[in-house]
């Protein structure tokens, strides 16, 4: 899940070498950061609300109204409540936008960077359990890729002779790129031309693309909803492949749309029981750290969660869970 990678500046300028190398027109430049900035919108929203919830309580407690209030015996939960109501809502609208929108415009942004803009030419075709790639004197079948750590999963290659006729059909159980080439495990083949086999060549010939010949080809759990991103998980269990990380990715999808809600507990509970004067800077400055330190937090508890040493839902939880009670204990203990 890619939580840092949604901010338009920073990737921007990350991806700009790259721009600069494949001499990418300008018009798939800006195609390309449009169909990003679906992800960028839920990504920024906790901050934006945190930011919103201290900048409105800081002008009421400018003009002493917060004072009056509580005064008058409203509790800070009741200050609270409108502000709580309107992050629930815009939460529950963020997560039908990661739902809907992000996946496509996010598989565009990918499309786009690879085929329009590094101008690699896409051979995939995606299915239920898999997909296919025309490989150079072959076609391949492969259950899954992960591209981060460079691993085919389930590979079958089928070998064409020049006349486009399958001579040799190859199977993999496991190939991974080391140093420069592909090394493999449980490989066997079924000879269909007996004069020909894959196998008393050089292990290159059995696959000749590179991992970034597959880069489209690795499903992101940004490019897939929530149901989509489910079935994957129990087709590749199906199949003995690793899932703890689509398994995280998944609790994801629910986790970092309801983090507005959280930061705006939190920005509550910062504003309101000390009715504390907050000017503009001060209120965009603490929801620039708070903001910071719950990415932070929550970029850790990923990783663990995605390492195996967390379980899944307490890897994608245990960030907005913290900041909930960090906010409740303020929001409730001054009152």
């Known amino acids: 899940m890619e939580?840092?990678?949604?901010?338009?500046v920073v990737d921007f300028f990350d991806r700009f070498n790259t721009f600069v190398k494949y001499?990418?027109?300008?018009?798939?430049?800006?195609?390309?950061?449009?169909?990003?900035?679906?992800?960028?919108?839920?990504?920024?929203?906790p901050a934006a609300t945190l930011a919103g919830a201290l900048l409105s309580l800081g002008l009421l407690?400018?003009?002493?109204?917060?004072?009056?209030?509580?005064?008058?015996?409203?509790?800070?939960?009741?200050?609270?409540?409108?502000?709580l109501l309107s992050a629930c809502i815009l939460s529950i609208g963020g997560w039908v936008w990661n739902e809907n929108v992000v996946p496509y415009a996010f598989h565009k942004s990918r499309y786009i960077n690879t085929v329009e803009i590094k101008k690699k030419e896409f051979k995939g075709l995606f299915h239920s359990r898999g997909f296919w790639y025309h490989g150079k004197q072959a076609f391949y079948h492969i259950d899954h890729f992960d591209s981060r750590r460079k691993i085919l999963s389930g590979l079958t290659v089928y070998a064409l002779s020049d006349t486009f006729q399958v001579h040799s059909l190859v199977k993999i159980s496991r190939a991974s790129w080391r140093k420069g080439e592909w090394h493999f495990e449980g490989v066997q083949e079924?000879?269909?031309?007996?004069?020909?086999?894959?196998?008393?060549?050089?292990?290159?010939?059995?696959?000749?693309?590179?991992?970034?010949?597959f880069s489209l080809v690795d499903m992101k759990a940004e490019e897939l909803s929530s149901r989509q991103l489910q079935a994957h998980?129990?087709?590749?269990?199906?199949?003995?492949?690793?899932?703890?990380?689509?398994?995280?990715?998944?609790?994801?999808?629910?986790?970092?749309?309801?983090?507005?809600?959280?930061?705006?507990?939190?920005?509550?509970a910062l504003a309101v029981p000390g009715a504390q004067q907050l000017s503009v800077s001060a209120a965009l400055g603490s929801a620039l750290l708070v903001g910071f330190g719950y990415w932070v937090f929550l970029?850790?508890?990923?990783?663990?969660?995605?390492?195996?040493?967390?379980?899944?839902?307490?890897?994608?939880?245990?960030?907005?869970?913290?900041?909930?009670?960090?906010?409740?204990?303020?929001?409730?203990?001054?009152?």
């Not at 939580?3 to 338009?8: A, C, D, V």
């Not at 990003?36 to 990504?43: A, D, R, T």
């Not at 999808?253 to 959280?262: C, D, E, M, S, Y």
Request: some cysteine.
């Open 61 to 83: 407690s400018r003009n002493r109204e917060l004072l009056a209030l509580k005064a008058c015996g409203v509790s800070a939960l009741q200050i609270a409540t409108p502000l």
């Open 190 to 213: 079924n000879r269909v031309d007996p004069a020909n086999s894959l196998l008393s060549n050089p292990a290159s010939l059995l696959l000749k693309e590179k991992p970034e010949d």
């Open 299 to 335: 970029a850790l508890s990923i990783s663990l969660g995605h390492s195996g040493v967390l379980p899944p839902i307490l890897a994608a939880w245990i960030a907005n869970a913290t900041a909930s009670l960090v906010g409740l204990y303020f929001l409730l203990g001054v009152d």
């Open 233 to 268: 998980i129990t087709n590749l269990q199906q199949k003995g492949l690793d899932t703890t990380e689509y398994q995280v990715d998944l609790q994801l999808k629910g986790a970092i749309p309801f983090a507005a809600l959280v930061m705006t507990l939190l920005g509550v």
């Open 3 to 8: 939580i840092f990678k949604g901010e338009s």
């Open 23 to 45: 001499g990418a027109p300008l018009s798939a430049i800006c195609r390309y950061f449009l169909f990003k900035l679906p992800l960028f919108v839920i990504q920024a929203s």
